[in-house]
């Protein structure tokens, strides 16, 4: 099988990536629920095939075939599995998993876009405090505040005023998401796997009235 797993454990999260070179999708449907079948042969681009497939392989090593559900925010769950978060990004799937508490996951491959497109989704505080000119570091913002939409668990979110970063470490952010009426706190944690940015939120959210 053209698959290579990879399962990183830090503090309360597990993350599980699936790495995956170019594979006929068809070929591997003994590895999805029925359910998921239907579902695969509405999708007509074959590298949306394959990241469906790859993600369910990957469910498949971690759960056997307990289906993957979606709330009403579009977010995953398996029943009974504790909180879970899915990500993927050209050739790798992933999946986040922590049985205390919600969890996002984001994975952005690096690229120019984040740094040509930074106004869009940084507030002025962070286009002051955070280094605008690096690829990586604008690829990493994009990718935080992904997870904090994922965590979120609401729509029309506007990436600059309501999702904020605040830099602890070259690793490990602060991520404010800001409400109506409350604002809701929690520690991001961000690595690099070849040319890949991984991040994910490394605790609980926080609530400030």
Known sequence: MPF?????QFKNIEVH????????PIDYLDQLTEQEKERFFSFTNINRQREFVATRILRHRLFGFQ??????????????EGFI??????????????KKFKVGLDI???RNKAKKLFTKFL???????????SEDEMTTAWCLKEVLYKLAGRKKIIFKTDLLLQKKSLDCYTGTIVN????????LSTFVRHDLIICFNT?????EK
């Open 4 to 8: 290579t797993q990879e399962n990183i």
């Open 17 to 24: 990536l699936m790495y995956f070179k170019t594979f006929i």
């Open 67 to 80: 289906h993957i559900h979606y709330d009403s925010n579009g977010a995953p769950f398996i029943e009974n």
């Open 85 to 98: 978060s899915i990500s993927h990004a050209p050739g790798v799937v992933g999946i986040a998993l922590s």
């Open 108 to 110: 952005e491959l690096k």
């Open 123 to 133: 507030s002025e505080k962070e286009i002051l405090e955070l280094d605008i000119a």
């Open 180 to 187: 109506l009426d409350e604002k809701i706190h929690v520690e």
């Open 203 to 207: 605790d609980s959210c926080k609530t």
